[in-house]
């Protein structure tokens, strides 16, 4: 028998998503005789305990006799139990200074880890995560701000809505001005982005159009890797080798700035990638944005004046095109962003939802069972080693900084 526990998020502030519902843990029971689920009570959670005790699940305060453990965000180091097995989202794939000390823990307490993030498909496609409701979220989000600003529309919270369906609704009869935006990425971020905008009734152009003229209607044009990239040598674009050379290319998303109004970021960025734009470049005449929402959210990344992340509460604040300092939003000298690093727990239930569907069918009978390749390649520490995929962070964790 495997036991598989769900850990109450220790992270502040507390996530309220969780890798498997209620109904999902209750399916589990019903089709396998040799997975048990078990829940660590928490108030925070989306699906109260209330509800996996009537879908016949326990609650319970210990998991030191569970086999995997399944969380969310980063695991607090205190609150990790040596010598098991978890999956959660670490962010340190990137060497995040500021979970240094946690995978140092991971390692110490002989902790063996599968990152959700590394999880992937032979091409390199992620197989599991948040990303489409952060893309409805962000792109909402991202709206709402822009609608704040101008004083054209208003848009509500998403958080206020119970259920994506209901967002749906909120919709019906808006009417926007003649925007136009750009939309940057093509992964699950991307198309999140692109539901939202396809439901408030925004108009898809192509690249070249976007950039000729403006347009009596609201428009969006989804730059994906060959729009915004260009090889600096051979002037061309290669999915394989820019992500095994980013350094070698540069963006050409300038252009577009001189045309947009609000940005939708969804590219995935790391240090080797170029960014969309550079700093002083918003001091320019020729950069009309007035709205970002930095959905992938990389502070000093891809859009580098993101500054950190905000809370849900307070999504959106501005940077001085004079200064580039940090400013509250909607400022007539200011550009305003939106970053926020947990943006679907805005809709926690759905996101929950969807995200234990892609678990249950494509990682959970490798996990419980002899594994596979997936796994092998998304484990980033066995056993308190790092695995030779993940040997270049050994800098990272021997560090003391």
Not at 208 to 216: G, N
Not at 239 to 261: G, I, K, M, N, V
Request: proline content about 4%; glycine content about 8%.
């Amino acid at each position: 028998m495997t036991r598989i526990g769900l850990i109450r998020e220790g992270k502040i502030p507390a996530d309220n998503r969780v890798a498997l519902t209620p109904a999902q843990c209750k399916w589990i029971h019903k089709n396998s005789s040799t997975v048990q689920v078990v829940v660590q009570s928490s108030p925070d959670r989306c699906f109260n305990d209330r509800e996996y005790r009537l879908a016949g699940v326990e609650i319970r305060e210990q998991l030191n006799d569970c086999d995997i453990l399944l969380g969310i965000k980063e695991v607090p180091v205190q609150q990790l139990i040596p010598g098991k097995t978890y999956l959660f989202f670490s962010h340190t794939k990137k060497q995040q200074p500021h979970n240094r000390k946690l995978l140092q823990a991971i390692i110490e307490k002989g902790i063996t880890l599968v990152d959700y993030e590394c999880l992937e498909h032979e091409d390199g496609q992620r197989i599991i995560g948040f990303g489409f409701f952060a893309g409805v979220v962000g792109a909402h989000n991202g709206m709402m701000a822009y609608g704040q600003r101008t004083g054209l529309f208003n848009l509500d919270r998403v958080y206020k809505q119970r259920s994506f369906r209901e967002l749906i609704h909120t919709y019906f009869g808006l009417r926007l001005p003649n925007v136009k935006i750009a939309v940057t990425g093509s992964g699950r971020v991307a198309h999140g982005i692109l539901e939202v905008m396809n439901l408030m009734g925004i108009h898809e152009v192509e690249p070249d159009e976007y950039l000729k003229r403006r347009f009596s209607y609201p428009v969006y044009v989804q730059l994906k890797g060959s729009d915004l990239y260009r090889h600096t040598g051979a002037c061309n674009y290669s999915r394989e080798d820019f992500h095994e050379h980013p350094e070698s290319y540069s963006c050409r998303f300038l252009p577009y700035a001189a045309q947009t109004d609000i940005l939708m970021n969804g590219v995935y960025w790391d240090k080797n990638v170029p960014r969309l734009f550079e700093k002083a470049d918003i001091q320019s005449d020729h950069f009309i944005i007035q709205t970002i929402a930095d959905i992938t959210d990389d502070a000093n990344g891809s859009v580098p004046i993101n500054c950190g992340d905000q809370p849900i509460e307070d999504p959106v604040y501005g940077i001085s095109r004079l200064n580039l300092e940090k400013t509250a939003p909607y400022l007539s000298g200011s550009i305003d962003v939106m970053a926020v690093g947990n943006l679907p727990n805005e809709l926690p239930r759905d996101a929950s939802r969807y995200f234990g569907e892609q678990l249950i069918k494509h990682v959970l009978e490798d996990l419980v069972g002899n594994g596979s390749e997936i796994i092998t390649r998304a484990t980033m520490v066995k056993a308190g080693i790092l695995t030779e995929e993940y040997g270049y962070l050994r800098g990272y964790v021997e560090s003391r900084e």
